[in-house]
Every structure is written in structure tokens, then in C-alpha cells.
């Protein structure tokens, strides 16, 4: 919504989507039903334990927690599925091109549509965590359980649910059809009924280690500040994915978020430097080095599929300026600088891996801000090198199908949607792989230590190799994939470049009014 300042305050009002979407969830049975089910559930629960212990002659001294123990799971299965399941449904189904709902007529921009969804969403979280409270907190008048531990506990399913709805709405504005949705979002949905294990899991944990008596020293607050500040990344990336997903095709959907990913990519590596410093041991960088390259492949296959036409709308905001203009190239929608930026990105965190684990840079960090020596096993050792060569040997196989991919699209199907690029980016390793095994199969010579065994241009031979060694030859053969797709695609990566210009009007001539 529209905050109110000073200047404006009188007319201000609510986000249209908000009181939409709230509209339509009260007079809707399925929030109204869950919401009596699950205050029903928390009532019988906790009069069949309070009925339990009467019959007992000791009663349980830990009856509190155990009670605490059977709400929270329930609690979980609501935040962390009913409500995203909900909210991302009929995200879904208004994303249907069949249905005329708001996202297709209205004038709200992008950004104003996600955030509408999302307060909505976290209004039914408060509604629901709101009815739970009061229970949870009874529990603490069972023994057993410190009020501490019961809102740390709570906030924690909070903020998940408010984590876990985000990514609902992210999947819901993904551009597929019914059937590619579902296939994507039934392992979401058993990560959201896995991650209700994992909270239990997690509380179960706390309960014992007893939260309370943690609340004053950094042994506890470390953690859960790194986790709130890498959780809040996430949702950040996935918040601003959404209204780049509903954004039309003509806007610069990629600027907000490439800056987002490269801003995110430097305070990260700030943040695991010092971390790996404070350690001394260099197990933090390594972790960002293959996160950030898993993210950077995942961009070449998004890059790969935005298309080659700059809108209109996009050059009235091309600067003029040269320098400028030559790193807005980067950051702007276009395959060609979606390919151009996460190939820069990967050699600059390839180059930053190298000086940091080869271990006397970080020896003198570790020295000179941790004031101690720097560990004797801080070098860059063999598991290293073989761990970050596969890294860049996956993204130079996924660089080159990209390009071949592209090469294909412009050249026998440019009729059709730039997705197809992508998608042949995606069939050209898996058919790689395929096709062979499937001639060794029917000649009778596919074995296990076959599959293990050195296939270059197999992408997925890098996870199956016996011989580790044999990683340096997929090195070289991926660079020189990459040197033949980058050939195919000079002249038109030139043309894209020349063709990244400012929108000039012309000048109207100025027509004299007729003399009187």
C-alpha cells in the first residue's frame, strides 16, 4: 500500500489488490472452515490432555511442552502450506489468459499487484497465528515450557510462513501452462509439508537446549542473524522475481533484478569473508563460490531465453552517455546482455575464489583482522581445485548450450518465442547424454563403469566420473564448446550491441498558423 506522508496523507488509501483479495477470502468458505477446523483442533487437543492427566496419579511436569509440541505442527501446516497453497491458487488462476481478472485490465503496476497479494497473505497468517496464541501460551501455564522459548518459536513459524508464501506467489506468476505449473509445483509443495518436519525438528531441539537461558549470549543470536539476513536475501530475490514474472514484456524487467543479484552477490561475499575470517578457515568462501556460480547458470538459462528485440519503452531509457550506456548493456532485458553479465559475473567470482583459497591472501586476513595466525589448512588444496574446476566446467557446458541453443533458435525456428531458445539450451545436454547410452544399451556395452568412465560434452558425466582427474579434460572441452558457440554467435552479439542505441525523435517541423 501507499504509505501516507505529510503532503499526501488525505489521499491516501489502501492497496486495491489488498481489499480485493480480503473481500473475496471472507466470503470464501475454505479460509472461513479452516480457520473454525483449526480452532476447533487447537480446543479438543488441549482438553484431551488437561482430561488425559486426570486420570494419572503424577501428573506430567512437561505436559506444557508436549501440548506446545502437538500445536506447533499444526500451526506449521497451515503457515507453511494452507495459506500459501491459497494465495498462490488464485494468483494462479487470474494469471490465465482465458481469465479477465485484474492483472489484465487494471492500471496498478506490477510491483503494486505483488505487494497486494503478499500483505494479504501475511493478513491471514496473522489472523490464524492470532486464534493460535492464546493456546500456545496456556502451555506455559502447564510447566514445561518458558514464555521465551514460546515466541522465539512462534516468530520463527512466522517468518517462514511469510518465506514460504512469497515462494507460492513466485511460482504462481511463473509463465507456464496449467500442467508445466503443476510438475513444478508438487516438489514445492512437498518442501513446504517437509519444511513443517523441519520446524518440528528444529523445536524440538531448541526446546531441549532451552532458548530462555540462550537469549543473552551471541552463541544464539549469531545464528539466527545470519539466518534472518540470507532469508531476507531470498525473499528479497524472489519479491522483486514475481513483479519482474507479471511485469509485460515490453518493460525492463531484468534492470531491478540483475542489480538486486549483483548487489547481493557483493554484500554476500563480504559477509563470508569476514565470517571465514572470524573461523579462519576458508569452508565460507568455497560455499559462496559454488552457490554463486549455481545462481549464475541459472541466469544464463534465463538470459538465453529473453529475446533480442529492444522495446521502445526500453530505449527512451537508454542513457546517451558511452560509459554509461556500455554498462547498462549488461543490466538491461536481452539475451545478449543476460549472457554478457552472468559470463562476467562467473569470472569475476572465479577470479575472486582463486585469490582467496589459494590461501595466502587469506592467510594474511586472518592474521591481520582475526589477530592470529593463519591455519596451516587454509591452502587450496586438491578437493578445492577438483570442486571449483567442476564448478566452472558446469557453467562453461551450460554457457555453450546456451549459445548453440540460441544459434538454433535465430537460425531454424526464429519464428518462434524466445523460450524456445531455452528450452533447446536445456534438450541439447540431456540428448548428449542420452543418445550414446541409449546406442551402448541396445549394442549390449552399457555398464555402470561405462557411465563412469570419461564421456566429453556430457554434462552430467562431471557428478559420475571414477577418476577425478579426468575434470580437467571436461575443462578443455567445455572452453572449446564455448569458443565454437561464441563464433556462431559473434555476428549477431555485434549486431545486438550496435543495435543497443537511445530512442531519437525526430523533430516535428514547427507548421507557421495561418495568416488572418
Request: some cysteine; proline content about 5%.
Amino acid at each position: 500500500m501507499n504509505l501516507p506522508t505529510l503532503t499526501n496523507w488525505r489521499t491516501w488509501e489502501p492497496n486495491p489488490i489488498v481489499v480485493k483479495e480480503l473481500r473475496q477470502a471472507v466470503r470464501s468458505w475454505a479460509v472461513t472452515g479452516m480457520l473454525l477446523l483449526f480452532i476447533t483442533v487447537l480446543f479438543i487437543v488441549t482438553l484431551g490432555y488437561l482430561l488425559g492427566q486426570s486420570f494419572h496419579i503424577n501428573p506430567s511436569q512437561a505436559l506444557g511442552r508436549e501440548v506446545f509440541q502437538f500445536f506447533l505442527p499444526v500451526l506449521s501446516l497451515v503457515a507453511f502450506v494452507f495459506i500459501p497453497v491459497y494465495v498462490g491458487g488464485r494468483l494462479t488462476a487470474e494469471r490465465q489468459e482465458g481469465n479477465v481478472d485484474m492483472l489484465y485490465i487494471t492500471t496498478l503496476s506490477a510491483a503494486r499487484i505483488i505487494r497486494g497479494k503478499l500483505a494479504c497473505g501475511i493478513y491471514l497468517q496473522v489472523l490464524f497465528f492470532s486464534a493460535c496464541a492464546p493456546f500456545m501460551v496456556f502451555t506455559n501455564l502447564l510447566r514445561g515450557i518458558d514464555l521465551p522459548t514460546v515466541f522465539v518459536l512462534l516468530t520463527m513459524a512466522f517468518l517462514l510462513g511469510i518465506v514460504a508464501l512469497q515462494a507460492a506467489i513466485f511460482l504462481a506468476c511463473l509463465p507456464a501452462s496449467k500442467g508445466l505449473k503443476l510438475v513444478v509445483g508438487l516438489p514445492a509443495g512437498g518442501l513446504m509439508v517437509g519444511s513443517v518436519g523441519m520446524m518440528s525438528a528444529l523445536a524440538n531441539g531448541l526446546m531441549r537446549e532451552g532458548i530462555g537461558s540462550q537469549l543473552g549470549s551471541m552463541t544464539f543470536w549469531w545464528p539466527v542473524l545470519a539466518s534472518l539476513f540470507f532469508g531476507g536475501l531470498l525473499f528479497g530475490f524472489m519479491h522483486l522475481a514475481a513483479i519482474a514474472l507479471v511485469s509485460p514484456a515490453s518493460a525492463n524487467r531484468a534492470l531491478v533484478l540483475r542489480g538486486y543479484v549483483t548487489g547481493t552477490w557483493l554484500v554476500t561475499l563480504i559477509a563470508l569473508v569476514a565470517w571465514a575470517v572470524n573461523v579462519a578457515h576458508i569452508w565460507p568462501i568455497a560455499a559462496w563460490s559454488s552457490v554463486s556460480m549455481g545462481v549464475l547458470i541459472a541466469a544464463l538459462l534465463i538470459g538465453v531465453s529473453e529475446g533480442d528485440v529492444v522495446s521502445t519503452r526500453i530505449r527512451r531509457t537508454i542513457p546517451t552517455s558511452g560509459a554509461k550506456r556500455a554498462l547498462a548493456f549488461f543490466f538491461y532485458s536481452g539475451s545478449a546482455g543476460g549472457l554478457a553479465w552472468a559470463f562476467v559475473m562467473a569470472v569475476l567470482t572465479v577470479l575472486i575464489g582463486l585469490i582467496l583459497l589459494d590461501g595466502r591472501l587469506f592467510g594474511w586476513l586472518t592474521h591481520t583482522w582475526g589477530g592470529r595466525g593463519g591455519p596451516s589448512t587454509i591452502g587450496f588444496s586438491s578437493e578445492l581445485s577438483e570442486f571449483l574446476s567442476g564448478g566452472v566446467s558446469f557453467f562453461l557446458y551450460t554457457l555453450a548450450y546456451c549459445l548453440y541453443g540460441l544459434f538454433i533458435h535465430r537460425r531454424f525456428q526464429a519464428h518462434r518465442s524466445p523460450f524456445f531458445a531455452g528450452l533447446c539450451s536445456i534438450a541439447l545436454p540431456a540428448l548428449w547424454a542420452i543418445v550414446p547410452n541409449l546406442v551402448l544399451f541396445f549394442l549390449n556395452k552399457l555398464s555402470w563403469d561405462g557411465l563412469q568412465e570419461r564421456q566429453l560434452g556430457n554434462i552430467f558425466n562431471l557428478f559420475a566420473l571414477k577418476d577425478r582427474s579426468f575434470v580437467g579434460d571436461h575443462l578443455f572441452c567445455a572452453l572449446a564448446m564455448v569458443a565454437v558457440g561464441l563464433v556462431l554467435n559473434l555476428p549477431w552479439f555485434l549486431a545486438q550491441r550496435r543495435a543497443f542505441v537511445p530512442l531519437v525523435r525526430e523533430a516535428q517541423p514547427i507548421i507557421p498558423p495561418p495568416q488572418p
